[in-house]
């Protein structure tokens, strides 16, 4: 058995432990911000091996198995899913004090009940298990949901997507509830004119509103919205280096800068920062009409390796943090919707934790007590999402805001085997207050800290997000 993975894993003082299980353990997962696959859902789809669901799409084991020297062929080439999986196991021993350690072993033993420690010597007898299990009625899509106990999941998907699979998904019996959130990314990524129009056509169609100048792009997308709502949606997400924010509003005529990316002409870099501060804002109102949360994740230097950008895509492991300035900008961009009463309900991550000071602080310049916690510093991201980016991101709020407002934990991830790191959350949160218990910082008070800790893993998100 792995014998540092017992059931008091990461809990070091007996209050932690009591915490743990018995105010956070049992409790629902909300994973309010993922990237699976709503087909996947909606097909109910059966994993073939564990390769298939463990591996593929995962670029945090990619950029650890290319460090260790292992070819691309068995990372996202034509290998075969046994020949991947084996050198998934031959990397696993080396990434000890990497997150992904705690992850690997984590997720075999809650999914599969595995407890051996993945290696090349027990890796075939765990490709044999774990596939043999996947290949049963009880590892569906849908039931490892439910064997996780997940409540709601919200997928991210493109306004110019058709959510049939939503549609699907919320006619079949399905426990856990799965619904959209709107992405818009691409509908103001005007840096290269010729991709930017290829996408206007798919948001026409989608909306059925033809796309000839700015206003009509506003129309489309108040149009999907609206459909969006229809369904459920009610959350938004931007992927963005940093907020944008134009000090004089009449420095560009906008339509102007429509007219010249359908004729395919370049702006440049203020015409652009102009264009995607105009849509932000605009969107931000839409949002706010709505009753929506708009989420910003901050901070992604993206596709900083051009060769294999060109050769395996984006997403695919060529990312880093960036170092990009923050704070300016995003004040202001929240102070003007804030100025006409339009600012919604917002969450705010960052990926360079020397902006964690920044976040907890932004925060509180605009919760103006309609609703608690609306402005939130959102749990750590990305390459942050581990023991030390977590608790540092805890600590940052606990010391800058009010931890008892905070929303918790999401997974930000592709794989259906992922909602383990709810649980590596809980621990983590459980851990650091039951050390405070033991230093004498927090009273010795079970009910009232057992309160805060199961508002921060279930109950706060459930009652933030209005989820039924």
């Not at 009449?250 to 102007?256: D, V």
């Amino acid at each position: 058995m792995t014998s540092f993975l017992n059931e008091d894993f990461l809990l070091q003082t007996e209050f932690a432990k009591t915490l743990y299980h018995h105010y956070a353990k049992s409790l629902p997962i909300i994973d309010y911000h993922c990237h699976l696959s709503p087909e996947d859902i909606a097909s109910n789809r059966q994993f073939k091996n564990i390769s298939a669901v463990w591996l593929a799409g995962d670029h945090y084991k990619w950029r650890a198995m290319r460090t260790l020297g292992v070819n691309e062929k068995y990372i996202t080439g034509n290998g075969t899913d046994e020949e991947k999986f084996e050198q998934w196991a031959f990397t696993v021993p080396y990434t000890m004090r990497n997150p992904l350690y705690h992850w690997t072993h984590l997720e075999l033993k809650r999914y599969f009940g595995i407890d051996q420690l993945l290696s090349p010597d027990t890796a075939k007898e765990i490709y044999k298990t774990s596939s043999a299990l996947l290949n049963t009625p009880d590892y569906t899509v849908h039931a490892l949901l439910n064997k996780m106990n997940v409540e709601v999941v919200c997928t991210t998907d493109d306004p110019a997507d058709s959510l049939e699979h939503h549609q699907a998904i919320s006619k079949s019996n399905l426990q856990t509830t799965v619904l959209p959130t709107f992405r818009p990314d691409k509908s103001f990524a005007v840096e290269n004119p010729a991709a930017y129009t290829s996408y206007l056509q798919k948001l026409s169609a989608a909306s059925g509103i033809a796309i000839n100048s700015y206003e009509q792009l506003m129309q489309a997308l108040q149009n999907r919205v609206d459909f969006f709502h229809s369904l459920g949606c009610k959350l938004s997400d931007h992927g963005l280096e940093q907020l944008y924010y134009a000090e004089n509003k009449n420095a560009y005529a906008i339509e102007s800068l429509f007219s010249k990316l359908l004729k395919g002409e370049a702006l440049d870099k203020s015409e652009i920062i102009f264009f995607k501060y105009r849509v932000l804002i605009e969107l931000g109102r839409m949002y706010y009409a709505k009753g929506w949360t708009q989420q910003f994740h901050l901070g992604a230097l993206r596709n900083t390796n051009e060769r294999m950008l060109t050769k395996l895509g984006p997403d695919t492991g060529f990312d880093s943090i960036g170092d990009f300035t923050q704070s300016v900008a995003l004040s202001r961009f929240l102070n003007e919707l804030d100025g006409t009463d339009q600012l919604a309900k917002t969450i705010l991550y960052n990926l360079n934790p020397s902006d964690n000071e920044v976040m907890g602080t932004m925060i509180g310049n605009f919760n103006d007590g309609s609703v608690k916690g609306k402005v939130q510093f959102g749990s750590a991201w990305w390459f942050l999402d581990q023991k030390d980016g977590m608790e540092k991101q805890i600590n940052a709020l606990s010391n800058l805001g009010l931890l008892s407002c905070f929303i918790g934990m999401l997974t930000d991830s592709r794989s259906f085997l992922s909602f383990p790191r709810h649980e590596y959350f809980r621990r983590l949160l459980c851990n650091l207050i039951g050390k405070d218990v033991a230093n004498g910082e927090l009273p010795w008070d079970e009910k009232w800290l057992g309160k805060l800790v199961s508002d921060i893993c279930y109950h706060n998100a459930k009652s933030y997000f209005n989820f039924k």
